[in-house]
């Protein structure tokens, strides 16, 4: 992977940085990719993801979904091997 190094990056736009880093749960590398990403039109952020992941959930049209096993007695049956 490529080693970026900004120089004279402005102190109050890394005080912002680092601030939205935290409130995101990422470390400054991860925001500041995910910021450049989302700049260069490359990739939508997690909220994004999300909604196409459930609208590709919605379109496989399960139909009746009640004959499918209960997550809950799945998850019991392979605890107890």
Same mark, same amino acid.
């Given at each position: 992977?490529?080693?970026?190094?900004?120089?004279?990056?402005?102190?109050?736009?890394? =005080?912002?940085?680092?601030?939205?880093?935290? /409130? +995101?749960? %990422?470390?400054? $590398?991860?925001?500041? &990719?995910?910021? !450049?990403?989302? =700049?260069?039109?490359?990739?939508?952020?997690? /909220? +994004?993801? %999300?909604?196409? $992941?459930?609208?590709? &959930?919605?379109? !496989?049209?399960?139909?009746?979904?009640?004959?499918?096993?209960?997550?809950?007695?799945?998850?019991?049956?392979?605890?107890?091997?």
């Amino acid at each position: 992977m490529a080693l970026l190094q900004v120089r004279d990056f402005p102190d109050e736009l890394y =005080a912002i940085l680092s601030m939205v880093a935290k /409130r +995101e749960n %990422r470390s400054i $590398t991860q925001e500041t &990719i995910t910021l !450049l990403q989302a =700049a260069l039109g490359q990739s939508g952020g997690r /909220r +994004e993801r %999300r909604k196409r $992941t459930l609208a590709d &959930i919605a379109a !496989l049209e399960l139909g009746d979904t009640s004959a499918f096993p209960d997550p809950a007695s799945l998850i019991r049956e392979d605890r107890d091997r």
